[in-house]
């Protein structure tokens, strides 16, 4: 027998940059950014929006075009408007779309997709340019609290099959990230609430003093204070960031601490047909999972009444009916989300829980009677 050993690595640099306006008018922050990360004025680039973004503005594709008329940058064709949330990752003829104007426009590997929207249509823009010619540069311009503070400075792309979150996806890290304060202007009280529960779920694994924080300012964030979101979102995406940096950015092992509260949420979102949205689902994911963490004795109950009652004054529901959706055979339905976890990361089931906040600690079973009698415990206090 003969071998070859073979080992190499790979260095990634993606920088998230935080600005106040973009494509409007103003400074030319654009310009500056592309300066500082080589983009050449020969580059090509598709651009990917949210439709949702377009009904509530309608400047940013006029602004895209002006910017485009005033620089030696290539514009390929018209701006693509793909639908907003779930909708763009359930139907797989919205990423053929994509792959199809790739392919028209020439879209090569020195090229950018540009993807502009809220967290569903990055992940499916990512996913489209990570799977044509094995992997187009993309930059991301995340529009919503959720995604810019989380999915959006993150290396995953996917889209949903077989009734699955995320079941068909990529690790591709975006060549650059630039979050613009100014969309966020444009997002329903629902919308921009949807991204908080991402924040207290990383404070809660991860530091305290930010959970602190959530909980000090909770009236400024229910008042969309504009100063606190934005430090809120910093310091979320900067918490997701030091970790993606850490020894298993593309979740290799069976550890996913950053996924905190999702086992169940991606289940709820499934079981409502996406009604519920992600940082709704997340919000009452972490707080079945506190109440687990209680009932096995490792976290104290105000600790536990401290979350849930920040989550409620955050107005967010802590329980929905779906939680308690049987099968044909009596079986709950959101136990299921449990097996399609560990299915996904492969390996041991492997969950995140807290044994006090800003401490997570990973366990790898989780009694069922147990989290029925959670579930229970939240209809009751709903």
Not at 77 to 103: M, Q, R, S, W
Not at 243 to 248: E, F, K, M, V, Y
Request: glycine letters at 8%; hydrophobic letters at 40%.
């Amino acid at each position: 027998m003969k071998i070859i050993p073979q080992k190499f690595k790979i260095d990634y640099h993606f920088p998230v940059y935080f600005v106040d306006t973009l494509f409007e008018s103003g400074e030319n922050y654009l310009q500056k950014i592309f300066n500082e990360c080589g983009i050449t004025e020969e580059s090509k680039f598709l651009f990917v929006i949210d439709g949702n973004l377009i009904k509530k503005n309608n400047t940013l594709i006029p602004g895209i075009e002006l910017f485009f008329q005033l620089h030696a940058y290539k514009l390929a064709g018209a701006p693509l408007i793909i639908p907003g949330g779930e909708a763009a990752k359930i139907d797989f003829a919205v990423t053929h779309k994509i792959l199809e104007a790739i392919n028209n426009y020439g879209i090569d590997r020195h090229s950018y997709v540009v993807g502009i929207g809220g967290g569903a249509v990055l992940d499916v823009a990512g996913f489209a340019a990570a799977i044509a010619h094995r992997g187009i540069r993309h930059i991301r311009i995340p529009t919503t609290v959720l995604s810019q503070n989380d999915s959006g400075v993150g290396v995953k792309n996917s889209i949903n099959y077989f009734g699955k979150k995320n079941f068909i996806g990529t690790f591709a890290p975006p060549f650059l990230v630039i979050n613009n304060n100014a969309f966020l202007n444009n997002l329903s009280d629902r919308d921009y609430r949807c991204g908080i529960p991402e924040a207290i779920k990383v404070g809660l694994i991860k530091d305290a003093a930010f959970f602190d924080f959530i909980e000090t300012f909770t009236e400024k964030l229910n008042q969309r204070d504009d100063e606190t979101i934005r430090k809120l979102i910093f310091r979320c995406a900067e918490l997701h960031l030091q970790h993606i940096a850490g020894n298993d950015p593309f979740e290799k092992g069976n550890s996913r601490p950053l996924d905190y509260g999702h086992w169940s949420a991606h289940k709820l979102e499934q079981l409502s047909n996406y009604k519920i949205l992600h940082g709704e689902a997340v919000a009452m994911g972490i707080c079945l999972d506190a109440v687990y963490a209680n009932l096995i004795g490792m976290l104290s109950k105000d600790e536990l009444m401290r979350i849930i009652n920040l989550i409620k004054i955050l107005r967010f529901n802590i329980y929905a009916a779906e939680m308690e959706k049987t099968d044909d055979n009596g079986k709950n339905l959101m136990i299921e989300g449990l097996q399609e976890f560990r299915e996904h990361l492969g390996g041991r089931l492997t969950i995140m829980l807290i044994k006090k906040i800003g401490v997570g600690v990973e366990v790898n079973e989780m009694d069922e009677s147990l989290v029925k009698s959670s579930i229970t415990f939240l209809k009751k206090i709903q």
